[in-house]
């Protein structure tokens, strides 16, 4: 049974900064993607980035120069640092790790990007 712990999602002010973590546990194989996707109300859940245990990443183009991802491996836990945050972030973000065809979800974390 694999679970993923999400912490780190709140109010901030546009231009403010947010970290997100999440830790995965349970049984997990080693070589796996670890991402972070958004959804906005009204909206299909889509990417923002993503990253391989073998440290490639990628991002969405709306993120890209703001927000950067990283992981530790022997923590199983991937990080999602978030800058110059815009109102159109605003969203609940679901950490994701995905094993093969497999994916696996956190429970979510409310962003909110307001003055």
């Known amino acids: 049974q694999v679970q993923l712990v999400e912490s780190g999602g709140g109010l901030v002010q546009p231009g403010g900064s947010l970290r997100l973590s999440c830790a995965a546990s349970g049984s997990i194989f080693s070589i796996n993607i670890m991402g972070w996707y958004r959804q906005a109300p009204g909206k299909q859940r889509e990417l923002v980035a993503r990253?391989?245990?073998?440290?490639?990443?990628n991002y969405a183009d709306s993120v890209k120069g703001r927000f950067t991802i990283s992981r530790d491996n022997a923590k199983n836990t991937v990080s999602l640092q978030m800058n110059s945050l815009k109102p159109e972030d605003t969203a609940v973000y679901y950490c994701n790790l995905r094993v093969v065809t497999t994916n696996y979800w956190g429970q979510g974390t409310q962003v909110t990007v307001s003055s």
């Open positions: 990253i391989t245990s073998g440290g490639s990443t």
